[in-house]
């Protein structure tokens, strides 16, 4: 994966934009012969979570107990506030929204998201339903391409997750992180240094691909991007960044770089 788009927020426009695209079924919409994920059993299975995160999602085995029950807690409650609808031509179980909501929770727990209420609708799509591997249309609606969220929830491949990126723009929606904070401008403006310098980090793959496809270099992408990092290669994001590294431990209040300190 690595590419994707983001709503932006604050404009009449905009708000237009993702009401239209967040309610279901309509006529307009590519997504309008989805088909509701049984959420009804994601929660009367709900036992069943911390067994199906260990098969399912990497980082999850790599968090100490209380984590684990913090994630597991979050998923339970995501699931339970939130509509999911799925491709027709996917064949995942409704475990797919736990993959979904416990990845979520790796941004989302330390923060007052409340379980990120403010996402109403998500959208499991197949791999050609949309020309981008997921976005976020303000804080309210994500679309993800399925095959993407499970494989990089069961394996860790550097700088890649995109439950994570999309996510990221959610709490920084509702946070407002980008701009608020020098650690993350600093390394934005010196990743900007290094690619004049003709040094790309290869953490960082699908930020370069954004900054070639849009013209103006976008601090918001980079929050995603050294976020899905942080998740998935904390050490090698601290030797390029480690102030950075630093500010996510405390925003996600996870010690990725100790969690997973011998990968
Ligand atoms: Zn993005």
């Given at each position: 994966m690595g590419d994707c788009t983001t709503g932006e927020s604050g404009d009449s426009t905009d708000l237009e934009h993702i009401r239209r695209q967040s309610a279901?079924?309509?006529?307009?919409?590519?997504?309008?012969i989805q088909r509701p994920l049984d959420l009804e059993r994601t929660l009367t299975n709900a036992t069943a979570i911390a067994p199906f995160l260990e098969q399912n999602m990497r980082v999850y085995r790599a968090l100490d107990t209380a984590e684990r029950s913090v994630v597991v807690e979050f998923t339970e409650q995501f699931c339970a506030n939130t509509e999911f609808f799925i491709a027709p031509s996917l064949s995942y179980g409704f475990q797919i929204a736990w993959c979904v909501g416990a990845n979520a929770a790796l941004v989302?727990?330390?923060?007052?998201t409340n379980y990120f209420e403010s996402v109403e609708w998500v959208y499991l799509c197949?791999?050609?339903?949309?020309?981008?591997a997921g976005d976020a249309l303000g804080y309210s609606t994500v679309r993800l391409d399925a095959h993407a969220c499970l494989d990089e929830s069961r394996h860790l491949i550097p700088g890649q997750n995109l439950i994570v990126h999309e996510f990221a723009h959610i709490l920084d929606h509702l946070l407002t992180i980008v701009g608020n904070h020098d650690e993350l401008s600093l390394s934005f403006e010196r990743a900007l240094d290094r690619l004049e310098d003709g040094v790309e980090d290869p953490l960082l793959t699908g930020w370069y691909e954004d900054l070639r496809t849009t013209t103006e270099a976008n601090e918001l992408e980079f929050f995603a991007y050294t976020s899905e990092a942080f998740f998935t290669a904390p050490n090698a994001l601290r030797q390029l960044y480690p102030e950075l590294t630093d500010l996510y431990i405390g925003i996600y209040g996870l010690d990725m770089p100790t969690r997973l300190q011998k990968l």
């Open positions: 279901p079924f309509l006529a307009d919409s590519p997504l309008r989302g727990a330390a923060q007052q197949d791999e050609e339903d949309l020309d981008v």
